[in-house]
């Protein structure tokens, strides 16, 4: 059994049911769930990554912790089809900061940020993961996980929860009450 497929196991195994997540010591107000689309077999000689050749050799999608009632949180990863068409749109939209190898694999459902990996130089044929926000250049994208595999297990560890965004220096990292302004009346 491949890692990425123990991965989408245990999201199924965990998740497949919705139920509520707790974040930081809060308990979600809407359930949670994980769904995997069938495998089809893909025509391709597009030469993939390997864990996300593995990850299409596994299933043709998934929605991972997604509140399927109001559509606001959760990571739709993409069919093989839809992330050809959406890596093409980055492309042509985003052409300053895309680079060769690029592949927009998911969005996260609720905003406009995408899931995005690459292959990296080297032995290992692993990959690294960035999310492209919007409004950022491409110097300021957080880069949550070293390859697809470790991505995957820490945002169900995190139940859904988006860590990298409470990393230091993220733009949308909250502040700390000491840096809050003080409101007197």
Not at 124 to 148: C, H, Q, T
């Given at each position: 059994m491949s890692e990425l497929s123990e991965i989408l196991g245990r999201a199924v195994r965990e998740w497949g049911i919705p139920r509520a997540a707790t974040h930081e010591g809060w308990t979600l107000p809407?359930?949670?769930?994980c769904t995997i689309e069938p495998y089809r077999i893909l025509d391709s000689r597009l030469r993939l990554p390997a864990q996300i050749d593995d990850f299409y050799s596994n299933c043709s999608g998934a929605l991972l912790m997604a509140d399927k009632e109001l559509g606001q949180w959760g990571l739709n990863l993409f069919s093989?089809?839809?992330?050809?068409?959406?890596?093409?749109?980055f492309f042509s939209e985003r052409n300053r900061d895309s680079h060769q190898g690029d592949l927009i694999v998911g969005r996260f459902l609720g905003d406009s940020d995408l899931l995005l990996t690459r292959e990296r130089e080297g032995?290992?044929?692993?990959?690294?993961?960035?999310?492209?926000?919007?409004?950022?250049?491409?110097?300021?994208?957080?880069?949550?996980?070293?390859?697809?595999?470790s991505f995957l297990n820490r945002y169900l560890d995190?139940?859904?929860r988006k860590y990298w965004e409470r990393s230091a220096g993220h733009p949308k990292a909250p502040q700390k009450r000491s840096e809050a302004p003080d409101i007197h009346f």
């Open positions: 809407v359930k949670l769930s093989f089809d839809e992330m050809l068409i959406k890596t093409n749109r032995p290992n044929n692993s990959n690294s993961v960035l999310i492209v926000e919007p409004l950022l250049p491409r110097k300021d994208w957080p880069s949550p996980a070293a390859d697809f595999a995190e139940q859904g």
